[in-house]
T-cell receptor
Framework: GNSVTQMEGPVTLSEEAFLTINCTYT??????LFWYVQYPGEGLQLLLK?????DKGSNKGFEATYRKETTSFHLEKGSVQVSDSAVYFC?????????????FGTGTKLQVIP | NAGVTQTPKFQVLKTGQSMTLQCAQD?????MYWYRQDPGMGLRLIYY???????DKGEVPNGYNVSRLNKREFSLRLESAAPSQTSVYFC???????????????FGDGTRLSIL
């Protein structure tokens, strides 16, 4: 079956530090890979995505590269801000029987301190 | 743009009570989804509706029922609430008729449900 494994949090960083949140997956077929972000009290929002191997998704200074050889999609940011504090979910996305089947990781909470 | 609207935002129930969680989207999306979010478990799919008039079970459907009332609205009902159903519930919608998996789901802000 399909699964997503994320590093456990919380991750606590000082402002302007470098961020990496690891994500690995197992999948049948050819999935797309997404990162969603959840700010306190809100629903999930798409942060970035990649649809095939070697694609790089990027948004708001965050980047992630779809690595088929290592089955990974690690999230990185060069300099985090306090406003980046949130929970980040890695997700594997496939079409299944006419609907979009999303397998979510367990989420990684990021706390950025001034 | 309201996007995906869920009501209520918070609710406390006693074991055995029933309740309907409401969800409406104003983006003319075709497919709609109900998830529950529990600590350390990510989001798990309860039910989905690929299009108006159709509903199907997801990963954890037991204890729930759904109704796709029209294209905009997709409700989730707990007939006899149990403490194990204490969770945060999210509704989501997606535009495409599944021609491609690349388009993201759009989420509401959630309903925090506690069952005593």
């Amino acid at each position: 079956g399909n699964s997503v494994t994320q590093m456990e949090g919380p991750v606590t960083l000082s402002e302007e530090a470098f961020l990496t949140i690891n994500c690995t997956y197992t999948a049948t077929g050819y999935p797309s890979l997404f990162w969603y972000v959840q700010y306190p009290g809100e629903g999930l929002q798409l942060l970035l995505k990649a649809t095939k191997a070697d694609d790089k998704g990027s948004n708001k200074g965050f980047e992630a590269t779809y690595r088929k050889e290592t089955t990974s999609f690690h999230l990185e940011k060069g300099s985090v801000q306090v406003s980046d504090s949130a929970v980040y979910f890695c997700a594997l996305v496939l079409l299944s029987g006419g609907y979009q089947k999303v397998t979510f990781g367990t989420g990684t909470k990021l706390q950025v301190i001034p | 743009n309201a996007g995906v609207t869920q009501t209520p935002k918070f609710q406390v129930l006693k074991t055995g009570q029933s309740m309907t969680l409401q969800c409406a989207q104003d983006m003319n999306h075709n497919s709609m989804y109900w998830y529950r979010q529990d600590p350390g478990m990510g989001l798990r799919l309860i039910y989905y509706s690929a299009s108006e008039g159709t509903t199907d079970k997801g990963e954890v459907p037991n204890g729930y029922n759904v109704s796709r009332l029209n294209k905009r609205e997709f409700s989730l009902r707990l007939e006899s609430a149990a403490p194990s159903q204490t969770s945060v519930y999210f509704c989501a919608s997606r535009r495409d008729r599944a021609r491609t998996e690349n388009q993201p789901q759009h989420f509401g802000d959630g309903t925090r449900l506690s069952i005593l």
